[in-house]
Each structure stands twice: as structure tokens, then as C-alpha cells.
């Protein structure tokens, strides 16, 4: 480089100096530009100076015109002098040569000097006998004439009848002696606009005319106007004839000039621009350069980082000859992975520590690679290590070639996955064994949406319940729900959506199985809605029916057995109470009998003995009922038209009711048919309507009203009547005791309604009441 | 001094008997039946009416039974305890009764049937 350095260093100069070589080109396109714009200037000012002459040459042609006009007017004025001097004919002639010749505004016949003849006459009249040879003003340049003798124009000067003008004087000699004038006067203005003066200067050009003052030999300037002479001055002639001078200069000198400074500011921009641009061009290499350097440092740094993370990388790697499969470079991490030494790797091939299930798998995939099928692949394979463990490991293998380009070596990366590996092997056995308990368990397990669709059902359900899953997935789950647990399901699907993830467990329902029998299962619910692999209900259903109706048979047996054991307390209590009252009263009668002495009284006792004999066997006859009904199992229990036995009590009734004038209202359907003892039925609905035609209010009419429906799938009779009612607050308990009565009422003994609920309660079924005192009271019979 | 006494009961055999044993304590100017405590309470819950100085009062009535007509006659007649001596008399045997009557400060005593002669007198004297 050094070497090379001075045979380079103009351009190396510039290489390394971009802004100097900026600069250079401005300076040298700027000199340039000014050069060429200086010659456009020049060439503007010689076609400037070229045309003023042009201009300066038909001013002077035009006023020769006008001067040889008035030579000729002068000369013609001249011959009408005759041999004798006298002017002859001037009045004719003037008018005629004024009209020829346009240019001249007056003539004038000047003999000896003094002025005698003038036309146009009126206007000019004053002049008349005017010498001009004795006024000293006109006395040189007329002599001046005469000295040539030729045509000599006098002035311009101020004229005696007004006006400023020229005067052409034209010496006249007769025979060889001076004679006079003929003159010429042409108005100042009349000769410049024969010169075609302002025609000519335009917007352009500026004209001078000067004549030197014969008195005062100083250039005098005739015309109005800032014409610098010594600055603008461009081009004169000289007009001997009245020793006139004549000037054209360009009014604006400098337009030009300044016409040619956007130019110049053109050539600045263009200038700049470029040496910006040269600049910039010559920057280029420079910042290649510094790219080329940063990248080159950047790849040995990148290089040193390959290599450290090739040595140091957590995993294995290793540089293999993708055709033969030879190890070329493996790092430390491998080394340790295989178990080999790096002398001992290199050369070896892939395959001899491959486990052989998976070779061929691998061979393909290097194969692909090699085509260009695949720019990459990866693989779960079995590493043998040097002391003939297997190891797990996965494999990502990167090619070290160019897309279409032919395969040299390739990269692999090696990752232990041994602990994965058995981790998966572990989580597979465990999801194999929870799907076997799923599966073979008796619990049914099913994954049902908001709308009550099952979304899966486990394969317990064929043998628990005999539906297929299609079958199960195809029904809404609550068709299947007993209509009676609907309420209860629903009940803790709403505390399953209160509390997601929780299990609701704990309660049990009823459902079909495809036998169409209700099955009881112990159900669990939750709430998985939110779960993203479940999105839905688990519900979990274990067939607990013979459990359950063995729950429910041994709480119907225990119902029953309370239901017994109160009646038998309660009968024990009637008994005791009842037998009791007479056999104290006995006990009573005995000791007063024993203790007198007085024989009519002992009579008075034997009477009171017998009336206690009595009512003991009224007693007797009551409890006797009562215990028949009770006790009586084995009843004859058929299924009997309710309406079939109304018709028959009220038959019975019928004297009674149209006595009283009672209105029965029923309605009650036909298909009512209960499963009851037919003395029963008929004592149980006598009792009632007899008590309602006992009980009725002597105010009013008494209305029985019969009503049966269905509730909840079980019969119900209710009798209501308008009657006095009875106070449920003061004796709702004791209703249907023995012997309890509730009005004031004759012949109410306080058997009939404790007969009824026997009779009622012995066919399984049950009995209400309800009663308002002055109002009427409703007796409701629930039929098993 | 000639007392007053009242029975409540509805067993009419019972009511001719515990006359006869009354008349036989000789204590007794005059004796008042009720056959039912509804009857009791109508003439008792009247301020002006004196109560006797002894009342046997049954349980087990039709329409009103002993414990109604004492809750009763407690609501009409606050502080009728000063005013006379409440009996139980009753058939009944039963524990409970017994241990009812026992919560009731304006019960003096629990009886079961028959009451005899020697059983009245001993009240009487009690009370003296």
C-alpha cells in the first residue's frame, strides 16, 4: 500500500478528500459558467453596439432627406430671382414647394440680408425687414453660409415669431455677386420626426443632439433628456451641413446585465449541486470501505462466536460429511454425550452409534436433505454410547450448503430428551391407566355442554346403562332425567356454574337406561366450562339403584315402623286414659260403696256401677274399631271409582241434604280411580259429608263442594264446605284425636274424624285440613 | 267457715262420685260442675265472678282441655293464683302429664283417679 501511495496521490488525495474534491469542481464549473455567461454578455453588447449603428444610419439617412428636401426648396426659391434681383412671383411659388415638401414649415426670400418675403406670411410676418446680418446672434452663421457658399443650417435657436427651429440658408450669387438668402426654416420638431427619432429610440434607445454654440464655442444639447454623454455614449454622427452632432445610447445600459443574473445564480445552484454531488461520489468508497472493514471484523467476530458456542453449546453438535456421514468436527458437549474421545470420533461414521431401529428412518431424511426435498429435518433416535448405553436424544440437522447447490456437510445438533423420553413413556402409562379406570370403571363419566348435549361419554355407559356413545351424544342428557329430578339437577348445575372447577357431588338421581328402567346414580358434576381441553360439564354417574332402593325401602320400612309405633302410643294412651277414667270411677264407687252403711245410698252405687258398665263397653267398642282398622293388614284393596261411591253416599245422605236444602257442587273425573278398601271408602266419604251437614252453619245454605285432580301424579279429594270451622290454631293437633270434639254441638262424640285418618292412613294414604272458623273448612284426602 | 269448690270434668259418672266424696269432707258449703273448660273459662275470666277456693280441673276434655283452660284463664286473669287452689284430677298416668303440671306454678298439686275421701281432706288441710 505504502509502496503505490505516490504514484496514487492525486487520486488517493481526492479518495481520501471528498469535500476538497467538492470543492474543486464548484470552483471549477463556477469559473466555467461565469467565462461562458461573460461571452453571452459580450456578444449581447456587440449585437447592441451593431444594431445602434444600424439605427444611427437611418437617422442620418432620413435627416440627409430632409436636409436635401430644403437644399431643393432652397434652390428652387433661388430661380424665382430674375437677372435683376427682384423676387418674382413668391406669393405663388411658397405655398406650392410647402406643399411638396412637407418637412419645411416656412420659406423665406432674404435679400442683401434683411428678411423681405416670408410664407406662410400671417404667422410669420414679424420677421419681415428683419437683418440678419446686422443681428449679431444670426450675423455669424450667416456669414458662415456665405463663406462656403453652400446650404449652411443655422441654429436650432429660439425663432423671432416663436417656436425653436433651423434655419437652412442657401447664399444666392448674382452674376458672381451675392445677392441674399434664400432660407429654410424647418421646426425642431418637424426635422426630428423626419429623422423618425421617436420611432426609432422606442422603449430601447435614447437620442442626443448637440451642435457647438458659434458664439460661445460650447456644446450645446437641444434635447430634454438625463443622457450622461460621458457615460452612456454609444454612437454619434456628424452632420456638417449644420455642424451637428447626433448621439444614441441605450436607455437602460444595464438590462442586459441583469438579465443574466438569474443565469448566474443558475450556474451558483448547478455548481454547488455538482460539487455536492462529487462530493457525495467520492464519500462512497470511503463508507465502502468502512463496510468492508466493520463486516470483515464482524465475521472473525462472528466466527470466534460460532466457534465458542460450537465448543461450549449445552448440547451436542457436531460437522458431518453429509455423503459418507463421517464425523468432521465435533464438540465437547458430544464428546461427552457419546462417551468417545475427539481422536476417536473423527473419522467414525453416524451409523456406528446409532441404535439400528432408527438408521434407516435417518438415512432417508439424508437423502431428502441431499435432494433438496428438505432444508431441514429433526429426529427422536437412540444414540449408543461408547459403554453401550442407549441414550435418547433428539437430532436437528442444518445444511451447510447453499439452496440449489450440491450438499458438502451438514450441522447436527444432539439434545439429551433421555429424561423426557421416560417422562412420556411414564404420563402415556398413566393416561393408559386412567383411561382404563374411566373406561372399565362402574362409574359412567360423561363431558356435557351448556345445553345438556354430551360432548363424550366414557365406554362404561354401554355396560352401565346400555347406550352406545353415539347413542348417548345423539339425546339431550335430561331426556333421560326422571321428570321428578329435574329440579334437583338443575338445582346443582346452577351451584356447578356458581363455583367452576369445583366437583358438586353428593346427590342422586334417576335416570333411564335403555331398558327404559330408572336407574339411581350418585352423580358428581363440575364445572369444567373453562378448561380449555374440557370446555364443558363432568359429570360423573355411578348406578347406586340397589343401594338407594334399599335406602329407600329401609326408610319406608322405618316410616312405617314410627308411623306404627306412634299409633301405638297413641292408642296405648287412649286406652290407658279411657279404660283408666272408668276403672277409677269403679275404684271410686267401690270405696264409697264399702264406706256407708246406708242401704238406699249402697242401691244409688250399684246404679252408678252399671252406668260405668256402659260406657266401659262404648269404650270398648270404640277402641275396637280403632283397632281393627289399625291392625287389620290383609284388607280387601281394589281400585274404585271415586264418583261410583259419591253417587252412593250421597244416596245415603240424600234425606239429610234435601232437608237442609244443601247444594253439592262436584267435579270430579271419572278416570279417578283409587286403590282403596271399598267400606272404607264409603265410611271415610260418609264421615266427611256427614260432618259437613253436622257441622254447617245455621246462617247460611250450606255448599259442599267435591273437587279430585292430580297432584304430582297422586290422587286428591277435597271436600269443602261453608260451615263454622273449626280453630286450627287452638286445636289443629288434636283434630283427628280421639274423642275430641270442637264445637258446642250435640251428639259429637270425637270418633268420626279419628275413624277416617285410620282408615285413610291404613290404605297408605293421608289427610289435611284446612278451616277458618265462620268460614268453612276443607278436608283434603291424599290417595296413595 | 264454709269453703267453695269446683270440679271441670266431662265424665259424668266421675261427677257424681266426687260429689259424694266432697259432701263427705263436709268442708265444702258449696260445689260448682263444668262439664268442659270452655264453660270454666267463660264464667271465670269475668272479674266480678269470686273464684271458689278449690278447683279439681280434668286434662283430657273435648273442647277445651285443662292445660288450654289454665293458659286461658292465666291471659284473662293474670293473677287469679292468689285467688284460688288449682287440683289436677285426672285418669291419665302418663309422665308427661305429671311433669306438666309441675311447670305450671298455679297448679298445687297433681291427683290421679279415684280420689278418695281421706285424699281431699288432706288438701284441705294443707290449705288452711
Known amino acids: ?99 411638396q415638401y412637407p418637412v419645411i414649415d416656412v420659406v423665406q426670400m432674404v435679400p442683401g440680408g434683411v428678411i423681405r418675403k416670408v410664407y406662410p406670411y400671417q404667422a410669420n410676418k414679424a420677421v419681415i425687414g428683419y437683418d440678419i446680418l446686422k443681428d449679431p446672434k444670426t450675423r455669424k452663421e450667416a456669414l458662415k453660409a456665405i463663406d462656403v457658399g453652400k446650404m449652411y443650417f443655422a441654429g436650432p435657436f429660439d425663432l423671432l415669431q416663436g417656436g425653436t427651429a433651423v434655419v437652412g440658408r442657401l447664399p444666392v450669387f448674382k452674376n458672381n455677386k451675392f445677392w441674399g438668402f434664400s432660407a429654410v426654416i424647418i421646426k425642431l420638431e418637424s426635422l426630428l420626426e423626419q429623422a423618425e427619432l421617436n420611432k426609432l429610440a422606442g422603449e430601447k434607445y435614447i437620442f442626443q443632439f448637440s451642435k457647438i454654440n458659434p458664439e460661445s464655442n460650447e456644446e450645446q444639447f437641444f434635447l430634454q433628456n438625463d443622457l450622461d454623454i460621458e457615460y452612456n455614449i454609444s454612437e454619434t454622427i456628424l452632420l456638417p451641413d449644420g455642424d451637428w452632432k447626433f448621439y444614441i445610447a441605450l436607455k437602460n445600459p444595464k438590462e442586459a446585465f441583469y438579465e443574466l443574473i438569474p443565469m448566474a445564480f443558475f450556474i451558483l445552484l448547478i455548481a454547488s449541486w455538482l460539487g455536492w454531488v462529487v462530493t457525495l461520489l467520492f464519500k462512497q468508497p470511503i463508507r465502502l470501505q468502512a463496510l468492508v472493514n466493520s463486516q470483515a471484523g464482524e465475521l472473525a467476530a462472528s466466527e470466534l462466536k460460532f466457534r465458542t458456542i460450537f465448543n461450549q453449546a449445552a448440547v451436542g453438535m457436531v460437522r458431518v460429511e453429509t455423503a459418507t456421514g463421517k464425523f468432521l468436527e465435533t464438540n465437547q ?10 481422536s476417536e470420533l473423527n473419522g467414525m461414521n453416524f451409523r456406528e452409534i446409532s441404535h439400528p431401529s432408527e438408521i434407516n428412518e435417518n438415512l432417508a431424511l439424508i437423502q431428502q436433505l441431499l435432494n433438496g426435498d428438505i432444508r431441514e429435518y429433526s429426529l427422536e433416535k437412540r444414540l449408543i454410547q461408547k459403554s453401550g448405553n442407549v441414550l435418547w436424544v433428539k437430532l436437528s440437522v442444518s ?31 398413566n393416561e393408559k391407566r386412567y383411561r382404563a379406570l374411566v373406561e372399565n370403571g362402574g362409574e359412567v363419566v360423561t363431558i356435557f355442554n351448556r345445553k345438556g348435549q354430551a360432548i363424550y361419554s366414557s365406554p362404561a355407559i354401554q355396560k352401565i346403562a346400555g347406550y352406545s356413545e353415539a347413542e348417548i351424544n345423539s339425546v339431550n342428557l335430561s331426556s333421560l332425567i326422571h321428570p321428578k329430578d329435574i329440579a334437583e339437577l338443575d338445582k346443582q348445575i346452577l351451584e356447578a356454574m356458581k363455583f ?9 338421581i334417576r335416570a333411564k337406561n335403555k331398558k327404559g328402567e330408572w336407574r339411581w346414580a350418585e352423580s ?30 329401609l326408610n319406608k320400612s322405618y316410616q312405617m315402623v314410627m308411623e306404627q309405633n306412634r299409633r301405638l302410643l297413641n292408642f296405648s294412651y287412649i286406652v290407658s286414659h279411657n279404660l283408666r277414667s272408668h276403672s277409677s270411677n269403679i275404684q271410686a264407687i267401690l270405696n264409697l260403696y264399702n264406706t256407708t252403711s246406708v242401704e238406699e245410698e ?59 236444602g244443601a247444594i253439592i257442587k262436584r267435579d270430579v273425573p271419572d278416570e279417578m280411580i283409587v286403590k282403596f278398601n271399598a267400606a272404607y271408602l264409603e265410611s271415610v266419604l260418609l264421615n266427611f259429608r256427614t260432618n259437613a251437614i253436622r257441622y254447617r252453619e245455621q246462617k247460611r245454605k250450606l255448599e259442599i263442594s267435591i273437587l279430585g285432580y292430580k297432584e304430582n301424579g297422586d290422587w286428591i279429594l277435597e271436600i269443602a264446605d261453608n260451615g263454622v270451622g273449626i280453630d286450627l290454631e287452638r286445636h289443629g293437633g288434636k283434630i283427628f284425636g280421639l274423642y275430641k270434639t270442637f264445637t258446642q254441638t250435640p251428639n259429637s262424640r270425637g270418633v268420626g274424624l279419628f275413624i277416617t285418618r285410620n282408615q285413610i292412613e291404613a290404605m297408605g294414604g293421608s289427610v289435611a285440613v284446612e278451616s277458618e272458623v265462620g268460614v268453612g273448612s276443607v278436608f283434603k284426602i291424599y290417595f296413595k | 267457715m264454709k269453703k267453695s269448690i269446683c270440679v271441670i270434668d266431662d265424665d259424668m259418672i266421675y261427677q ?113
Not at chain 1, 367452576?500 to 342422586?508: E, L, R
Not at chain 2, 268442659?36 to 280441673?57: M, Q, S, T
Request: aromatic share 10%; with cysteine.
Open chain 1, 602 to 660: 249402697k242401691l244409688n252405687y250399684i246404679g252408678l256401677l252399671s252406668k260405668v258398665g256402659n260406657a266401659l263397653n262404648h269404650t270398648l267398642e270404640d277402641l275396637n274399631e280403632v283397632v281393627s282398622i289399625s291392625t287389620n293388614l290383609d284388607l280387601n284393596i281394589e281400585s274404585l271409582q271415586i264418583n261410583a261411591f259419591l253417587n252412593k253416599t250421597i244416596d245415603l245422605l240424600e234425606m239429610q241434604i234435601s232437608d237442609k
Open chain 2, 16 to 128: 257424681m262420685i266426687i260429689k259424694k266424696i266432697i259432701e263427705r269432707t263436709a268442708q265444702f258449703e258449696t260445689i260448682k260442675f263444668y262439664n268442659d273448660g270452655i264453660y270454666a273459662l267463660e264464667d271465670f275470666k269475668d272479674l266480678d265472678v269470686v273464684l271458689p277456693e278449690l278447683i279439681l280441673l280434668d286434662i283430657n276434655m273435648p273442647q277445651m282441655d285443662g292445660w288450654q283452660f289454665l293458659e286461658s284463664l292465666i291471659e284473662h286473669r293474670p293473677t287469679f293464683k292468689n285467688e284460688t287452689i288449682i287440683y289436677i284430677v285426672t285418669s291419665s298416668i302418663a309422665n308427661s302429664d305429671r311433669e306438666k303440671a309441675n311447670s305450671f306454678d298455679e297448679i298445687s298439686g297433681f291427683l290421679s283417679k279415684p280420689v278418695s275421701v281421706d285424699c281431699l281432706e288432706k288438701i284441705i288441710k294443707e290449705h288452711r
Open chain 1, 1 to 99: 500500500m505504502s509502496r503505490n501511495k505516490g504514484s496514487f496521490s492525486f487520486k488517493s488525495n481526492f479518495l481520501s478528500r471528498p469535500i476538497l474534491a467538492g470543492v474543486f469542481s464548484f470552483v471549477f464549473l463556477f469559473l466555467l459558467g461565469f467565462f461562458l455567461l461573460f461571452q453571452s454578455y459580450q456578444i449581447i453588447r456587440e449585437s447592441e453596439a451593431r444594431e445602434m449603428i444600424n439605427v444611427m444610419d437611418l437617422v442620418e439617412k432620413n435627416l440627409n432627406n430632409s436636409l436635401k428636401d430644403s437644399y431643393s426648396v432652397a434652390l428652387s426659391m433661388g430661380l424665382i430671382i430674375d437677372d435683376e434681383g427682384n423676387i418674382r412671383d413668391f406669393e405663388q411659388y411658397a405655398p406650392l414647394l410647402l406643399e
Open chain 1, 524 to 553: 358428581t358434576i363440575t364445572n369444567l366450562l373453562e378448561d380449555s381441553s374440557v370446555k364443558g360439564f363432568v359429570g360423573n354417574f355411578r348406578d347406586v339403584s340397589e343401594k338407594k332402593e334399599a335406602e329407600i325401602n
Open chain 1, 500 to 508: 367452576p372447577s369445583k366437583p358438586i357431588s353428593g346427590f342422586t
Open chain 1, 399 to 429: 445444511p451447510l450448503w447453499k439452496k440449489d447447490t450440491s450438499g458438502s456437510t451438514h450441522i447436527a445438533i444432539i439434545e439429551d430428551i433421555s429424561e423426557r423420553v421416560v417422562a412420556q413413556n411414564e404420563l402415556m402409562k
Open chain 1, 333 to 342: 458437549r458430544f464428546r461427552e454425550l457419546s462417551g468417545y474421545s475427539a
